[in-house]
Nanobody
């Protein structure tokens, strides 16, 4: 069983910064992709940023130039550095991973429990 545990959310003023962390634990053979999604009230969940095992990254247009995703493969951890935060960044942020639990297993998608990010003065 694989678990994704997020940390780092909170309340921040517009223009401020936060760093989210997501650690994968459990039976892990390989991690293909890790990313961050967010869901604001009344809106669909959207991909914010993702990073592959090879280090390729992609970002939503709304966060390009402000957010940076990175990963520590040795720790099975992905980070999201969020700078120049705006009120419209307010949402629950979910960690997502496509992970193979064992050599003979197929990759599965896992989700964290979510962490609230609120940008407000």
């Amino acid at each position: 069983q694989v678990q994704l545990v997020e940390s780092g959310g909170g309340l921040v003023q517009p223009g401020g910064s936060l760093r989210l962390s997501c650690a994968a634990s459990g039976s892990i053979f390989s991690i293909y992709f890790m990313g961050w999604y967010r869901q604001a009230p009344g809106k669909q969940r959207e991909l914010v940023a993702g990073i592959t095992s090879g280090g390729s990254t992609n970002y939503a247009d709304s966060v390009k130039g402000r957010f940076t995703i990175s990963r520590d493969n040795a720790k099975n951890t992905v980070y999201l550095q969020m700078n120049s935060l705006k009120p419209e960044d307010t949402a629950v942020y979910y960690c997502n991973g496509i992970i193979r639990g064992g050599r003979s297993e197929s990759p599965l998608q896992y989700w964290g429990q979510g962490t609230q990010v609120t940008v407000s003065s």
